[in-house]
T-cell receptor, first 115, second 112 residues
Framework: DTGVSQDPRHKITKRGQNVTFRCDPI?????LYWYRQTLGQGPEFLTY????????KSRLLSDRFSAERPKGSFSTLEIQRTEQGDSAMYLC?????????????FGPGTRLTVL | KQEVTQIPAALSVPEGENLVLNCSFT??????LQWFRQDPGKGLTSLLL?????REQTSGRLNASLDKSSGRSTLYIAASQPGDSATYLC???????????FGRGTQLTVWP
């Protein structure tokens, strides 16, 4: 399967701990996005990469959040000093900007629970 | 800031009905609009994408329309089936930069 993959699928952590999530995009896709979705809400944009460059960051991405995409391939999203309000589904998507439609394809998500 | 509203929030219909899901947005300067399906606890599956220059797109039993002047899109599902039960999300791109703005979704239940 060559879709977007995310790891882990589920993460339970205690408040104050650091967590890191990984996203592997579709192999030829140069754009990668992170979104956060809480229960009953639509996904909210966090940040976006084109190749290895982080081009846009949401105000939701506080200083406890950091995202990287070394070498323009996989990406990691780290949350430091987790809070209960960080509990959510973290979704990754990728797209290929060469296509005029630039459809975003989503991974299965990582569900984070902060106790 | 783009605001996306989806009505109704929830819909329950018997199998076989044709139904319409609505999406409205506040800023008509959009690049494209996508409809997604999300099953409980899962990621998003893209159903249809309409470019800003297009009026509608069709895929099987699904038809999506776009009216930028009125800030509305509709997703029409023909002959609904229990397997269509899911949450349907509308999302807009406001520029070429890529960020999507999502509505809260319509939770659809189709009962046999």
């Amino acid at each position: 399967d060559t879709g977007v993959s995310q790891d882990p699928r589920h993460k339970i952590t205690k408040r104050g701990q650091n967590v890191t999530f990984r996203c592997d995009p579709i192999s030829e896709h140069n754009r990668l996005y992170w979104y956060r979705q809480t229960l009953g809400q639509g996904p909210e944009f966090l940040t976006y990469f084109q190749n290895e460059a982080q081009l846009e960051k949401s105000r939701l991405l506080s200083d406890r959040f950091s995202a990287e995409r070394p070498k323009g391939s996989f990406s990691t999203l780290e949350i430091q000093r987790t809070e209960q309000g960080d509990s959510a589904m973290y979704l990754c998507a990728s797209s290929l900007s060469a296509y005029s439609t630039d459809t975003q394809y989503f991974g299965p998500g990582t569900r984070l629970t902060v106790l | 800031k783009q605001e996306v509203t989806q009505i109704p929030a929830a819909l329950s219909v018997p199998e076989g009905e044709n139904l319409v899901l609505n999406c409205s947005f506040t800023d008509s300067a959009i690049y494209n609009l996508q409809w997604f399906r999300q099953d409980p606890g899962k990621g998003l599956t893209s159903l249809l994408l309409i470019q800003s220059s297009q009026r509608e797109q069709t895929s099987g039993r699904l038809n999506a329309s776009l009216d930028k002047s009125s800030g509305r899109s509709t997703l029409y599902i023909a002959a609904s089936q229990p397997g269509d039960s899911a949450t349907y999300l509308c999302a807009l791109r406001g520029s070429t930069l890529g960020r999507l703005y999502f509505g809260r979704g319509t939770q659809l239940t189709v009962w046999p």
